[in-house]
């Protein structure tokens, strides 16, 4: 049940905001409710961020419809990553 709010959560656009995110170590992953920015990526539709060591970077998510997995790509360093949907946690203070 969980997971269908987290889709949900990123599903309904209505500002863009961070709404979920997790962090491993020095690493914090970012999803918003806006559409992802890579103009190569067309199959992830929404917008992420990869914080770590004081830099950004750019990415785009998607949420499995086959497993309650994120599957990430960060287009700097062409990274593809995949999170349990249960790392992310909601963003509350924006």
């Avoid at 990123?10 to 995110?21: D, G, K, L, T």
């Avoid at 990526?41 to 998510?61: D, Q």
């Amino acid at each position: 049940m969980k997971y269908l709010a987290l889709i949900l959560l990123i599903s309904f656009p209505a500002f863009a905001e961070p709404v979920a995110s997790a962090r491993a170590g020095d690493i914090t992953v970012i999803l918003y409710n806006e559409p992802c920015n890579l103009p190569a990526v067309s199959n992830l539709p929404g917008r992420a961020t990869w914080h770590e060591g004081g830099k950004v970077f750019e990415g785009c998510f998607g949420v499995a419809s086959w497993a309650p997995v994120v599957m990430l790509f960060f287009g700097n360093d062409k990274t593809v990553v995949s999170y349990p949907a249960q790392a992310f946690k909601p963003v509350t203070n924006i």
